[in-house]
């Protein structure tokens, strides 16, 4: 199976019908993909599809065959919403982290609040109480912070 793994060529060899989370943590070591519910439900497991979010862990290998995936390893640390992340505090224990930015970077370019808000909705985070999460991501788009 042949897909651009955060901008590289791959090919893997597992099952087309095995979820695209355990083929990016297992077999292309990717662990940055969480998985947190396995059904769909808290978007930890949150990957870019041809630049669209999807849940990894719903996901069949073979849906991606010819497609782009990039993956939190794919930003290398170094996109700003990362850094803005951990300024904000809008990290904690991590699980959700990467859904969340990766979510967040498929935002039009202008985003209002309740733009960021819809976005994020599928993204449950069980430490920060959303609100360094939104000014993170407001940051990054140069919105005024959330009150």
């Known amino acids: ?3 651009t793994l955060n901008g590289a060529a791959t090919d893997v060899t597992s099952h087309p019908m095995t ?23 808290c978007g930890a497991c949150t990957v870019l599809v041809n630049g669209a979010p999807v849940c990894s862990c719903l996901v069949p290998l073979a849906q991606v065959e010819g497609s782009d995936v990039l ?3 794919g930003l290398n640390g170094e996109h ?3 850094q803005l992340f951990m300024n ?3 990290a904690q224990c991590g699980i959700c982290t990467p859904g969340m930015i990766l979510t967040a970077l498929s935002l039009g370019p202008a985003p209002t609040l309740d733009d960021i808000k819809t976005t994020l909705a599928g993204n449950l985070c069980r430490c920060t109480g959303y609100s360094a ?5 407001c940051k990054w788009r140069g919105l005024e912070e959330p009150t």
């Open 1 to 3: 199976m042949k897909f």
């Open 19 to 41: 979820r695209l989370m355990d083929v990016l943590r297992v077999e292309c070591g990717l662990t940055g993909t969480k998985e947190g519910c396995g059904e769909g439900e």
């Open 71 to 73: 993956t939190i390893e």
């Open 80 to 82: 700003p919403l990362q």
């Open 88 to 90: 904000e505090v809008g």
């Open 133 to 137: 999460i939104y000014r993170a991501v």
